[in-house]
């Protein structure tokens, strides 16, 4: 069974930066899609930066690209997601996401979820 841990959610004013971390375990399979999605209260979960375990490929969002950059150690079995130029329209429930298939930007049946941390970003 994958589990998943985030950490590194806080408050920070708008420009500034944060590092969310995600601790991963119990997955075997090389083809996972590992990657970060977001939600605000009444919206819908979104995708927002994605990794391939497997060749290191990444995925952004249009909201996010240019400003936040994920990655991953494998020794440290860690996903990251480094976001800067942080904007109070980032302000979400971060959670950290892995599939044994493609990415995809909506969630799917097939996604292991973290327990989520928040962002908040004030102006």
């Known amino acids: 069974q994958v589990q998943l841990v985030e950490s590194g959610g806080g408050s920070v004013q708008a420009g500034g930066s944060l590092r969310l971390s995600c601790a991963m375990s119990g997955y075997t399979y090389a083809e996972y899609c590992l990657g970060w999605f977001r939600q605000v209260p009444g919206k819908e979960r979104e995708g927002i930066a994605f990794?391939?375990?497997?060749?290191?490929?990444?995925l952004y969002a249009d909201s996010v690209k240019g400003r936040f950059t994920v990655s991953q150690d494998e020794t440290k079995r860690t996903l990251y997601l480094q976001m800067s130029t942080l904007k109070p329209e980032d302000t979400a429930m971060y959670y950290c996401?892995?599939?044994?298939?493609?990415?995809?930007?909506?969630?799917?049946?097939?996604?292991?979820w973290g327990q989520g941390t928040q962002v908040t970003v004030s102006s």
């Open positions: 990794i391939y375990r497997l060749g290191g490929r990444s």
């Open positions: 996401a892995a599939r044994r298939d493609i990415c995809t930007y909506t969630p799917a049946p097939d996604h292991f």
